[in-house]
């Protein structure tokens, strides 16, 4: 199954509204597991990303970073054929 992967952290709107609009895309028929991974619980993470947060993978390839691309992951998840059939 593919998986989507965002990067975030707790008080973090922007994180927040991705989560949510991934989750959408989800209910409007995207198959996929999402992973949540708190930035804050890893030092090297924290330091990488804190200023690029939300980041957003799909099978460990980057796809958006600090504003959510929703067409650059809806993109990617028909390239990996993550859609309900």
């Known amino acids: 199954m593919t998986q989507v992967t965002v990067y975030s952290r707790p008080e973090c709107h922007l994180c927040t509204e991705a989560i949510e609009a991934i989750v959408a895309m989800h209910e409007k028929g995207y198959r996929f597991e999402l992973v949540e991974i708190d ?10 990303m804190l200023e ?9 390839e980057l796809v958006s970073e600090l504003i959510l691309d929703e ?5 990617r998840l028909d390239t990996v054929g993550a859609w309900a059939r």
């Open 39 to 48: 930035i804050e619980s890893d030092g090297g993470l924290l330091r990488r």
């Open 52 to 60: 690029k947060i939300p980041v957003v993978e799909i099978d460990g």
């Open 71 to 75: 067409a650059a992951v809806r993109a």
